[in-house]
């Protein structure tokens, strides 16, 4: 996998805020300035020190290939999306020791963040694997890293939700509780929507059986099912299925690698993890000096 270029012009925002992080208004790295020779050549390889899934290497050729770093040669060993084993060497870098010493901190910070998110995913995709039943990422992304960490949950096998608040309407308990709560605030919301943003994606959170039914009304393309027991899950599939097939069904909260299979196998068509992007750990990635 490849960024978009989306995703490249937000990979080149985080990069320059990093650089100013790291290197200070002087742009300078003092340690290797004061000890390394300006003309010393050298190699290093990014190297797994854990099992798990490869994602970010654009962003590390993004890290290497600034102006706080020129004349240094990029080559990925591995692709985006890979599965790589402890030992395995995912990327080399070669050039002046200066610049891969002042870039190595910050090329590891992207590679294994995001590989930790692909690698957390993965473990989710696998663990309904023979389902019909997709993983789905949520909003809760750190500020200004969402279209890369969605990026990451791609390379994983799982797939996007909305990216943000503009494509798409999800009617949440919470615009409910605005609106009064209860089936009358699905009505209302439901009609509003269907008045004025018929051709938008639509899904409605419901948190009661007794609900369903209502929420069904404005024809949603996914109704959400939130914290609802397999049991709860299992009755509104066998509703669904018996009135209303045109309507997905999304399973979200409390969703654990320990409870995920039982989830999909309930028979709901998504399960929404916020964990893959807000509780992911780094994947143990190193950079290992070659002379």
Known sequence: MIFSPEE??????????????????????????????????????????????????????????????????????????????????????????QFILMAERTALNFLQHLSGIATMTRRFVDAINGLPCQILDTRKTTPGWRLLEKYAVRCGGGHNHRMGLYDGILIKDNHLAALGGGKEAIRKAGSAVRRNWDQVFLEIEVEKLDQLEVAVLPIPRVILLDNMSLDQLREAVGLRNKNWRFSQLEASGGITLENVRAVAETGVNRISVGALTHSAPALDIALDYEW
């Open 8 to 97: 490249t012009a937000a990979c080149r925002r985080l990069v320059e805020m990093a650089w100013e992080e790291d290197l200070g208004p002087q742009k300078v790295d003092l340690t290797s300035q004061a000890i390394i020779p300006e003309d010393l050549q050298g190699q290093a390889v990014f190297v797994a020190r854990a099992p798990g899934v490869v994602a970010g290497l654009p962003a590390v050729e993004l890290v290497l290939s600034t102006l706080h770093s020129p004349l240094l040669e990029f080559q990925p060993l591995v692709q985006d999306g890979d599965r790589v084993r402890a030992g395995d060497r995912l990327a080399t870098v070669a050039g002046l020791m």
